[in-house]
């Protein structure tokens, strides 16, 4: 293997996980070769690279957050980066893969049931379509490929329980989102969390939690 997969498994052994979830990781990896081709879910050059330019990428924030028995939603999640990598760190997590576009919904079901991971379920619906049901639902709302626009940020807000967290993976920029929260609500918290890797750069995490009093504020 790669010195990409090796910093995977080092980061693993790192924080205490499991080696036996590589085989998981594994799986992944040859069902998204498997498919990619035909489905277009990754750029060929990422998909040479998944260990680091997925898979790591996906889970670096771990080191700073525990997902372990919390209610998720991975918004716009394409091939299910970052929320399948942390679903199979935390099996004990409630993870709900937001997608609309039906082809890669279609495959984000198949690799669920070929990792065997339970607690999960493929919402193939637009955010702003999601119901009542999932008002104050979830602990963390996770944004890696998505540009969000105002009518997101505040639909991701009734999803959030009070406290709720969303999790926005930047690159180097990341100033932008951060004057359109403040514009959206002068008092939501926000802290940014930087990482930086081989092979990755640098990644910024924007980490933004709803205020208790949010509806009042806008």
Request: glycine share 4%; hydrophobic share 45%.
């Amino acid at each position: 293997m790669d010195k990409n997969f090796n910093e995977f498994c080092n980061f693993l052994f790192k924080n205490k996980f499991s080696a036996n979830l590589i085989k998981s990781f594994k799986i992944y990896q040859s069902v998204l070769a498997e498919k990619n081709q035909k489905l277009n879910l990754v750029s060929k050059n990422s998909l040479d690279r998944i260990w680091s330019a997925h898979f790591l990428d996906s889970i670096l924030i771990c080191e700073e957050i525990d997902f372990s028995n919390k209610t998720v939603l991975d918004f716009g999640t394409g091939a299910g980066f970052p929320g399948i990598p942390l679903k199979i760190l935390y099996p004990s997590m409630q993870i709900f893969l937001l997608e609309s576009v039906g082809k890669r919904a279609l495959f984000l079901r198949y690799l669920l049931e070929k990792l065997d991971l339970q607690k999960s379920e493929v919402l193939n619906i637009r955010l702003e379509n999601l119901g009542y049901q999932f008002i104050n639902f979830f602990d963390f709302v996770l944004v890696r490929a998505i540009k969000m626009k105002i009518i997101y940020y505040k639909k991701c807000f009734q999803l959030l329980k009070n406290n709720g967290i969303i999790i926005l993976y930047k690159g180097k920029e990341f100033q932008d989102e951060v004057v359109k929260l403040k514009h959206l609500n002068p008092d939501i918290d926000i802290r940014i969390i930087k990482k930086r890797y081989p092979d990755i750069g640098m990644r910024n995490y924007v980490i933004v939690q709803k205020v208790t009093n949010y509806r009042e504020k806008i």
